[in-house]
């Protein structure tokens, strides 16, 4: 993984851009509705930005070049099934290849839209907006503009005040492709929980053509939490084993707001995920569990900002990971503790199994503590399977490769019993499950 030269990105850089003039063309009388000035807003922001390289610190153990390397097409329009399929009631939305292929449910007091039509609306326009003035954890990040110049289809989603919703929302993006053409989608979420609201939300990717489909998922999810306002977020990430995907989601919570995120990731062969959380206000707690497996040639890179700028906040953060065989896995973990938050409860803790002598695990606790009544700590682990647990449980009748499946699955448990929605949590594990049986060791 080589250093991007400053060439080398002006003329990735210049095959965007002529992505975008081929857009911009086809406009004809859309030219002034306001999702073509919302992109072309943040097109003019890509032009004048460059894709990371692995001199700058927040990407030193990712290299971008194998994605934007490529030359993209436009994701192809494929049939499928437009429901998903769980074992419990939700609210389903479906995505094919990038595109809107169901119809957006109805629920009570809750505004689902596409950002097309939002965008049409002053009040949401003037919100949608202001969120994207909010600044991620990462410094360098391209890929934030790259998703509003490029988004065909995104979704705003407004859960009014007090409004509980009992059934999940699922996400579903399917990613379909038989061809040796390598194709791209920016899925784009705004979430908007308003005083009192409560919700649960599951980001879902796979792919539902080849195993060794080739694609980029470039994800943007903007979410903020009003008082008193919940919100359970899952994702799951299963991709094929040759795609790439970043996301990005970043989070603002108000005043006794809580948020938890529960990220599962499985697939994928550069995986980037960029996790950023503002405290805005007094008794906000944040919850983030994470959980990765790889094997093969994986690379998954797991990038958290928690931003406590007033007192009387708490954050937990736990990160668990599993690699095999030539697989890497990055954990870069930042909790900032600003001088006005005194009383902060911040916990983090990263701990990764490294089963192959050729796996690889880079993992970088941080803490920036500027007031001086707080209770923080971090750490972080890097180990093999116990090696006397696997002789006591072979002393029990289990055979070697029972002993080390039973402790994996056990190790990855830890992040995924912290979900408290029963429905979630068997889900989770059922994708777990499917992943642990591929692994060879």
């Known amino acids: 993984m080589n250093n991007i030269h400053q060439e080398q990105i002006s003329e990735h850089m210049e095959r965007f851009i002529n992505m975008f003039h081929l857009y911009d063309v086809g406009l004809n009388g859309h030219r002034h509705e306001p999702i073509a000035e919302y992109r072309r807003n943040g097109f003019e922001l890509l032009k004048s930005e460059d894709f990371p390289s692995r001199r700058d610190e927040d990407w030193k153990y990712t290299s971008v070049t194998p994605i ?5 097409i436009e994701a192809p329009k494929a049939n499928l099934p437009s429901q998903p399929t769980l074992d419990f009631e939700n609210h389903a939305i479906v995505f094919n290849n990038g595109h809107l292929s169901s119809q957006l449910p109805t629920i009570e007091g809750v505004e689902i839209l596409s950002v097309a039509d939002a965008l049409k609306s002053e009040s949401y326009n003037n919100w949608i907006n202001a969120q994207l003035q ?11 503009r790259l998703n509003q110049a490029f988004s065909a289809s995104g979704l705003f989603i407004k859960v009014g005040k007090n409004i509980n919703i009992t059934k999940p929302i699922h996400i ?11 194709f791209i989608t920016h899925p784009q979420l705004f979430v908007w929980m308003e005083v009192g609201s409560n919700a649960q939300i599951i980001e879902d990717y796979s792919n539902s053509g080849s195993e060794d489909a080739s694609y980029f998922t470039n994800v943007v999810n903007r979410i903020e939490l009003g008082k008193n306002a919940k919100l359970v977020h899952l994702k799951l990430q299963n991709e094929s084993f040759k795609a790439q995907a970043v996301n990005n989601t970043i989070v603002s919570q108000m005043r006794d707001s809580n948020y938890s995120h529960y990220a ?4 994928g062969n550069i995986v980037r995920n960029n996790l950023s959380i503002r405290l805005m206000d007094s008794n906000t707690l944040s919850n983030l569990y994470g959980a990765f497996i790889g094997f093969n040639d994986q690379h998954i890179d797991n990038q958290t900002f928690i931003d406590h700028a007033m007192p009387h906040c708490q ?16 954990f870069n973990g930042k909790v900032l503790v600003r001088q006005d ?36 700590s971090h750490g972080a682990t890097i180990g093999h399977l116990d090696e006397s647990s696997i002789f006591y449980l072979n002393s029990r009748g289990l055979s070697e490769n029972m002993a080390k499946s039973l402790l994996k699955r056990a190790f990855i448990s830890e992040v995924v019993d912290h979900i408290e929605n029963e429905d979630l949590k068997e889900l989770a594990y059922a994708k777990i499950e499917d992943k642990l049986n591929l692994m060879k060791i």
Do not use: W
Request: aromatic share 8%.
């Open 68 to 72: 934007i390397n490529q030359k993209f």
């Open 172 to 182: 579903q993006y399917n990613s379909i492709s038989d061809s040796n053409q390598t």
């Open 341 to 376: 938050a005194q009383k902060t409860n911040a916990f983090q803790q990263s701990s990764s199994l490294v089963l192959s002598p050729t796996a690889v695990m880079d993992t970088k606790p941080q803490l920036e503590i500027f007031a001086d009544d707080v209770k923080c």
């Open 315 to 330: 954050s937990n953060e736990m990160y668990k990971g599993i690699l095999a065989d030539r697989s890497r896995g990055v």
């Open 264 to 267: 599962l990731d499985l697939g």
């Open 134 to 144: 909010v600044q991620s954890g990462t410094l360098k990040n391209t890929f934030l």
